[in-house]
């Protein structure tokens, strides 16, 4: 039987021992973690210069945009200035109020016993508030000449009333005077009076019922 010996044992041994030296190992450790920290820093600086580049190219582009975009919101709030303040007129014309034909049927409505001294209209913005007319002038009559005004503000609240909705009427004067005029050749007495109609041409609102609370039953 042959007999072989290694003389290289100690030195292989040795070589190998040298090999896991714990130290050695976590030197090449450390170098392999270095090289992938500096790898991965390198990959993040190129995406963040690349961001910046692209952020740049965009700043670029809004500073160019900024400009039309201030111009069109200016001109925005223009065009919707001028959309509400024409809304505002197309209202006011098509709730506007008409005061010729009312002139028309108080002057139809006028006795020759009567002269009309002043007539003039009080108009609210809002459609759910009266109309206000108001009538000053002279009644004349040889025996009642209030009974005159009472005929005429009686006969100007029908005519009113075939027309709107709701119309008050009511005396705001009624005074005999010592004036007298002349009428057929005759003098006869007068007296002075103010009245005012109330004319409704729209209905109000209804009230809101309070909340939390049941109607009575």
């Not at 006028?110 to 002279?138: C, F, M, W, Y």
């Not at 009559?141 to 005159?148: D, I, L, N, Q, Y």
Request: aromatic share 6%.
């Amino acid at each position: 039987m042959a007999l072989h010996i290694n003389l290289l044992h100690e030195i292989q041994h040795q070589k190998l021992a040298r090999r896991r030296d714990p130290l050695k190992l976590s030197i090449l450790a450390m170098l392999l973690v270095g090289v992938g920290f500096v790898a991965f820093y390198l990959a993040r600086l190129q995406q963040v210069s690349s961001v910046r580049t692209r952020l740049g190219a965009v700043q670029a582009e809004w500073d160019k945009l900024e400009p039309k975009a201030r111009q069109a919101k200016t001109e925005e709030e223009e065009l919707t200035a001028s959309i509400k303040a024409s809304e505002t007129m197309v209202k006011r014309v098509d709730g506007r109020f008409y005061w010729a034909p009312i002139f028309d049927q108080v002057m139809q409505a006028v006795p020759r016993e009567v002269q009309i001294t002043r007539i003039s209209g009080d108009v609210s913005n809002e459609a759910a508030k009266p109309k206000v007319l108001h009538v000053v002038g002279i009644s004349s009559s040889a025996s009642e000449p209030r009974k005159v005004a009472e005929d005429l503000r009686t006969a100007l609240d029908n005519k009113l009333s075939e027309k709107f909705k709701h119309v008050t009427s009511s005396f705001r004067s009624l005074e005999e005077s010592e004036e007298v005029v002349t009428l057929d050749g005759k003098a006869i007495p007068t007296a002075n009076f103010s009245m005012e109609f109330q004319i409704t041409t729209a209905e109000a609102a209804p009230t809101p019922a309070p909340v939390g609370r049941k109607p009575k039953s």
